[in-house]
């Protein structure tokens, strides 16, 4: 991946069903469905039990592929098993290989960024009375 790509990222594209389908790297606003979405089968992914993951957390990975490559459920759904593998192994790839190469670093630079010197929070820099607006 290059810097440009990184910073003006291309879509992937993928050949599904006879269908030319881009695959987009997951914007903000869909960062709350989708970790929504792989809340429950996360563990299984992470472990590389895509197949339990998919059996299990159907509709979950459904939506979370939906998210990243603009196809609605019901068209997922129909999709030949091979090919719904193929599509949800190369949506999360690009995904992960953009927040491994681009969001974690950008997050860290940001936290360090924000963190007052010497603090592991920012909520540490807080006065006791001013630490929760609850109180």
Do not use: Y
């Amino acid at each position: 991946m290059s810097d440009l790509d990184m910073i003006l990222p291309q879509p992937a594209t993928l050949v599904v069903a006879g269908e030319t389908v881009a695959l987009s790297k997951l914007r903000f606003g869909q960062v709350p469905a989708f970790a929504a979405a792989v809340a429950r089968p996360w563990p299984m992914l992470v472990e590389g039990k895509w197949l339990d993951a998919a059996i299990l957390h159907n509709a979950d990975i459904r939506t979370a592929i939906s998210l990243l490559c603009d196809r609605s459920d019901a068209w997922l759904a129909e999709l030949d098993v091979d090919e719904f593998v193929q599509l949800a192994g190369a949506a999360f790839g690009l995904n992960m290989d953009f927040f491994v190469r681009a969001v974690l670093p950008a997050v860290r630079a940001a936290t360090q960024m924000l963190a007052p010197a010497g603090s592991s929070s920012v909520m540490d820099s807080s006065p006791p009375d001013t630490a929760s607006l609850m109180s």
